[in-house]
Structures are given as structure tokens and as C-alpha cells.
């Protein structure tokens, strides 16, 4: 079966520091990845997705990057973190390319003091 | 559509009631649509989903409604139970460009609250 792992879970930056959060997926091959952030109250905003190694596509102007590295890796960096980045941060995937629901991973929660 | 900066709107039911949670959808192109469903400080869970080629779609104790003429989505709970509090969201399918693939855009959410 397939599994999505996120991590940390909980991290807590000082404000201009670096930022890297991971995720991996197994149990499938070229899933199609994607970064959500979710603010506090809000809703899931959709800040990166990826069809495959080296493949980004950014959704919204921003403070943050994204990487695959490898086919079920996906990284969601920052040089220097601002205080707006704080947020829920869920990584997700999907099978079929064309439709078929996310599957997404525990999220990972980030702090920017 | 996108929901950032926008607060989540409340239901609020007794247990044992129906609830029904609404959702408008953005893109006339959408093809799929999902109803996810998320505890707090989880990831969201998928609960039923709908091709745009049907119009009514039914799980255990969910029943999804496609209404593509006003762009409208609604999630019907039957017999809300305390378990089923959470945020709820809708999703939309499009294809971008003309390529294989499909993103997966959240609608505003919903905060529903289940009174015992």
C-alpha cells in the first residue's frame, strides 16, 4: 500500500532563518506531488505541484521554493523565513494523473517567531 | 475557488440531524470534484467523490450533489454524529494547458460543529 511521510511535524524558526520540510511517498511510482499551506482558520492554498523529477510548477508568488530530487521526494524550502510563512504545510499526492483523489501526508506545522 | 484570507463559515447542528454543507466551484471546465473532510491538526481525509458526468452520488450516510448549471456542490450528512465535527472541503479537478495532468483546488471549508 502507499504511505506519505512528512517531516518535522512541529518546528518552530526564527524569523530570516532557512526552512526545509520533507516528504516522501512509497508504495508508487511518478506521483504527481503537491504543497499545500493551510493558515490558521483558513483554507488549503496550493503553493507548488510536480509531474515528475525536476518538474515545478509554482502557483503563487512567494517566499518559498520546491525541489524533486528524486521520483517520490519532494522539498519545500525557503532561504529566509518571514513571519508570514508560519502555517500548516501539507504534502500530498495522486496516482492517476488525469483524476483520482490527493492523498496527503500528516502535515507539518511551522512557527515563524 | 481560493479560500486564502477568507474565514471559515460555521454549521452548527444537533446530533441526529441532517446536515448539508455547500460549496461553489470556480471552473466550469472541472471535471472531478471531491469532498474532503479535516480533524484538527490533521491531514484532510477524502469522503466521497463525483465525476461531472453524474449529478448525484451516494456513500454511507454522505450523498455528494453536482449542480454544474450554478456551479454548485453540496455534501448531505445523514444522522450527524459528535464524530462527525470537522472542517469540510470541496475540491475541484481542472486541467491545465492541455496536459495529462490535473491540480486540485480547495474550496473555503466549513466548520461543522455537532451538539450531542
Known amino acids: 500500500s502507499q504511505t506519505i511521510h512528512q517531516w518535522p511535524a512541529t518546528l518552530v524558526q526564527p524569523v530570516g532563518s532557512p526552512l526545509s520540510l520533507e516528504c516522501t511517498v512509497e508504495?508508487?511510482?511518478?506521483?504527481?506531488l503537491y504543497w499545500y499551506r493551510q493558515a490558521a482558520g483558513r483554507g488549503l492554498q496550493l503553493l507548488f505541484y510536480?509531474?515528475?523529477?525536476?518538474?515545478i510548477s509554482s502557483e503563487v508568488p512567494q517566499n518559498l521554493s520546491a525541489s524533486r530530487p528524486q521520483d517520490r521526494q519532494f522539498i519545500l524550502s525557503s532561504k529566509k523565513l518571514l513571519l508570514s510563512d508560519s502555517g500548516f504545510y501539507l504534502c500530498?499526492?495522486?496516482?492517476?494523473?488525469?483524476?483520482?483523489?490527493?492523498?496527503f501526508g500528516e502535515g507539518s506545522r511551522l512557527t515563524v517567531l | 475557488g481560493e479560500s486564502v484570507g477568507l474565514h471559515l463559515p460555521t454549521l452548527s447542528v444537533q446530533e441526529g440531524d441532517n446536515s448539508i454543507i455547500n460549496c461553489a466551484y470556480s471552473?466550469?471546465?472541472?471535471?472531478?470534484f471531491i469532498w474532503y473532510k479535516q480533524e484538527s491538526g490533521k491531514g484532510p481525509q477524502f469522503i466521497i467523490d463525483?465525476?461531472?458526468?453524474?449529478d448525484k452520488r451516494q456513500g454511507q450516510r454522505v450523498t455528494v450533489l453536482l449542480n454544474k448549471t450554478v456551479k454548485h456542490l453540496s455534501l448531505q450528512i445523514a444522522a450527524t454524529q459528535p464524530g462527525d465535527s470537522a472542517v469540510y472541503f470541496c475540491?475541484?479537478?481542472?486541467?491545465?494547458?492541455?496536459?495529462?495532468?490535473?491540480?486540485?483546488?480547495f474550496g473555503q471549508g466549513t466548520i461543522l460543529t455537532v451538539h450531542p
Open positions: 500530498a499526492w495522486r496516482g492517476l494523473a488525469y483524476t483520482g483523489e490527493l492523498f
Open positions: 508504495g508508487t511510482s511518478n506521483p504527481n
Open positions: 510536480s509531474v515528475g523529477i525536476g518538474q
Open positions: 471552473n466550469s471546465a472541472s471535471d472531478y
Open positions: 463525483i465525476r461531472s458526468n453524474m
Open positions: 475540491a475541484e479537478n481542472t486541467r491545465a494547458g492541455g496536459t495529462s495532468y490535473g491540480k486540485l483546488t
